[in-house]
């Protein structure tokens, strides 16, 4: 088994900054790609950012400049720096990877996600 879970988050006000982090465990053979994902109700789910195992990354225009997707690989962690944090990134954070466990082939994993709310 597989999983990734996800900390950071909670309530922040407009203009704040935050952490959010997902830690992958359990019978890893190998990592790929990583990412965060957000949704609101009645929204579908958006890729917020993506990075690669080569390091290269990708946002959402509207994070782009604010936030910073980095994984550490030793640990099996990927982190999401969220700064200038407006109302309209409140939001259901969500975890991906796509990991291939021991003797398996590679597939999507998601965690439970992390509820970031931004208000004053």
């Known amino acids: 088994q597989v999983h990734l879970v996800e900390s950071g988050g909670g309530l922040v006000q407009p203009g704040g900054s935050t952490r959010l982090s997902c830690v992958a465990s359990g019978n890893i053979g190998r990592i790929f790609d990583m990412g965060w994902f957000r949704q609101v109700p009645g929204d579908q789910r958006e890729l917020v950012a993506h990075i690669s195992t080569d390091g290269s990354t990708n946002y959402a225009d509207s994070v782009k400049g604010r936030f910073t997707i980095v994984r550490d690989s030793a640990k099996n962690t990927v982190y999401l720096a969220m700064h200038n944090l407006k109302p309209e990134d409140t939001a259901l954070y969500s975890c991906?990877?796509?990991?291939?466990?021991?003797?398996?082939?590679?597939?999507?994993?998601w965690g439970q996600g992390t509820q970031v709310t931004v208000s004053s």
């Open positions: 991906n990877a796509i990991i291939a466990a021991n003797l398996g082939g590679p597939r999507d994993y």
